[in-house]
């Protein structure tokens, strides 16, 4: 501001006759004093009129301010504040496109895992019970043979399985009625004991003998009975072969998982 | 005395009457409230220098109040009216700061 330099004070409307710059404050204070206690006169009523309409003007547009929404505002000011209002909106609306993309690559690639995850659990079900490391349960029979007279070797069992697998069989176990139970997989191997009975994987077993098998029972059962078959075979060898149909068998013996030494999955060809 | 006792009594009216403003002054009302608040220091200022005239001050007041209003309606109808009205504001601002340090001056010696 001009402070030091009175000179260049704006122009006023008032008649400045320029006062000496050598005013005391008292004076100017004296007539502060004077003017406020002149006596009421036309001119100082209608400054004051005007000095109310002036404090009436201010205290109304600080309110109207307070409260105004966007009805006090120009056009101009309204169509940029729409403007910014619409920049925002489609920019906010790139955002959320950007989002929503994220999210469905994200869920995307997550329920693509998780199907596979699914897949390699039933996989890994499906040859655990085929390798004997899981415990079955389904419906199937169970070929209860009793062989009093110990006519019954291992090539009659070692065909009863085979045929029980033609049959469908899907996991088969061999057991004594009261004894050891063995899980029958692909590499098992059945042999004569030495005292009678038979060996199942270095199990000995003796009579009499139970299978149990899951699969179609029907199928299963239907296969043993044929003419020739090995109910035959066993009513020859004077042993009593019994097949029970069951909607529900468990077979609970398992096989250690094998842990092959030399043999790694070969990267798998395509085409 | 009597234009402090206006003020107030103004300020009181416009306080609890809660009046709205119209819409059509709704752009002019603020421009010609820092005008006449313009004027009032011009006069405050008058009356420290004794040259205080009431006729010359209801003049200045309702001209610059009607000046202030006819620039922002130019600038409305011309389509500059916000930046006009900054100008206007900034210019009567600069007059109001300069007639404060006068009066300042007048009353603290400083």
Do not use: W
Request: proline share 5%.
């Amino acid at each position: 501001m001009s402070d030091q330099t009175p000179g260049s004070e704006p122009v006023r409307e008032q008649p400045v006759s320029e006062p000496s710059r050598s005013d005391e404050g008292g004076i100017g204070r004296a007539r502060l004093l004077a003017a406020l206690r002149a006596k009421p006169s036309r001119g100082q009523l209608v400054a004051g009129v005007l000095c109310a309409l002036l404090g009436f003007a201010v205290a109304v547009q600080v309110r109207a301010n307070q409260d105004a929404g966007l009805s006090g505002l120009r056009q101009t000011d309204l169509v940029r504040i729409l403007d910014d209002v619409t920049e925002r909106a489609s920019r906010l609306q790139a955002e959320a496109r950007d989002l929503e993309d994220t999210k469905a690559k994200v869920s995307g690639g997550s329920s693509g895992s998780l199907a596979a995850l699914e897949e390699a659990r039933q996989r890994s079900q499906t040859l655990g019970i085929l390798a004997g490391t899981l415990a079955a349960e389904g419906p199937g029979i169970e070929l209860t043979i009793s062989d009093p007279e110990g006519q019954v070797g291992a090539d009659v069992l070692l065909d009863t399985l085979q045929e029980l697998r033609d049959a469908g069989g899907e996991a088969f176990e061999i057991s004594a009625v009261d004894g050891a139970r063995v899980r029958v997989i692909a590499s098992t191997y059945i042999s004569d004991g030495d005292n009678g009975g038979i060996v199942v994987d270095g199990v000995a077993l003796h009579s009499p003998y139970r299978i149990t098998v899951i699969g179609d029972s029907r199928t299963l059962a239907g296969a043993l009975d044929i003419p020739g078959g090995v109910l035959d075979v066993l009513g020859q060898s004077r042993a009593q072969g019994t097949v029970t149909q069951r909607t529900a068998v468990a077979i609970h013996s398992l096989r250690p998982t094998p842990t092959p030494q030399y043999a790694r999955p070969a990267p798998q060809k395509t085409g | 005395m009597i234009a402090v006792l206006g003020l107030v009594v103004g300020i009181v009216g416009g306080l609890f009457l809660e009046p709205t403003v119209p819409t059509g002054l709704q752009p002019y009302l603020p421009i010609a409230v820092v005008a006449a608040l313009d004027a009032v220091f011009g006069g405050l200022r008058a009356v420290l220098d004794g040259i205080f005239d009431d006729k010359v001050f209801v003049v200045s007041f309702v001209a610059n109040v009607l000046v202030a209003a006819l620039i922002v309606y130019l600038g409305d109808q011309l389509g500059v009216g916000s930046q006009l009205s900054t100008g206007v504001v900034v210019v009567l601002g600069i007059r109001i700061f300069s007639n404060a340090a006068a009066i300042r001056r007048h009353l603290f010696q400083a």
